[in-house]
């Protein structure tokens, strides 16, 4: 029997939307160990909850993380207070600064195109002027 990886690429792909945009990709394997009882216990709730399969699950929660989706930011706090080196302090200053991020983007989502062209033509020149003037 001979394994087509091109072939589950695509099957993958109708499957989860973590591949849509990635066709053909090069996949790689993600695995972890978790004791017998509690694999047992998740693979029972995810199928009360009409999840039927783990890869697509999985799949699903790495494209929340990657697209930083606001109720899945939620539950990342608590994973890095439960396995992360890093401080408090540190925690609540990225996630400032992710809030601030989302602030800008809201304001540059208002303009439309012509509006946002206008405003990246300004920063341009503005930019080109600095380097002029610098020493």
Do not use: W
Request: hydrophobic share 35%.
């Amino acid at each position: 029997m001979s394994f087509n990886k091109t072939k589950v690429a695509r099957t993958i792909n109708r499957r989860s939307s973590l591949y849509t945009n990635q066709p053909d990709s090069v996949l790689k394997p993600i695995t972890t160990f978790i004791p017998e009882s509690s694999y047992l216990q998740f693979r029972t709730d995810m199928h009360i909850d009409g999840i039927r399969r783990i890869n697509d699950f999985f799949a699903e929660l790495i494209l929340m993380y990657l697209n930083k989706d606001e109720d899945f930011l939620i539950c990342l706090d608590k994973i890095k207070e439960n396995i992360s080196r890093q401080s408090k302090t540190k925690r609540v200053i990225l996630h400032n600064e992710l809030l601030k991020g989302k602030e800008v983007l809201k304001k540059f989502q208002i303009l439309n195109e012509e509006e946002k062209n206008n405003l990246f033509d300004v920063l341009e020149k503005e930019i080109t002027e600095n380097e002029m003037y610098k020493p």
